[in-house]
């Protein structure tokens, strides 16, 4: 799977659970390193957006550390 069809892949997933607070979904690429590293911008009714990021594909890798959101971030 190359990287561009895992993000639309994910474009695909977001915009067809047709949820009513979502109110866009668009690729934007990384100005630094475009080609390896992309963003899925979601932004939602109420003002507030998420990244969903993707830095890497590769088949048969290596399973990746569970990431734990920082304490301070949760208020």
């Known amino acids: 799977m ?3 069809d895992l993000d639309e ?3 695909r ?3 067809e659970s047709d949820h009513p607070e979502i109110t866009a979904v668009e690729v ?3 100005p630094g390193r475009p080609d390896n590293h992309t963003r899925v911008r979601v932004d939602f009714a109420d003002g507030a957006s998420v ?3 993707v830095g ?3 088949r048969g890798g290596r399973a990746a550390e569970a990431f734990t959101v920082p304490r301070e971030v949760m208020a």
């Open 2 to 4: 190359q990287l561009s």
């Open 9 to 11: 892949l994910i474009m």
């Open 13 to 15: 997933v977001i915009t």
């Open 28 to 30: 934007v690429p990384t």
């Open 51 to 53: 990244y969903v990021m």
């Open 56 to 58: 890497e594909v590769r």
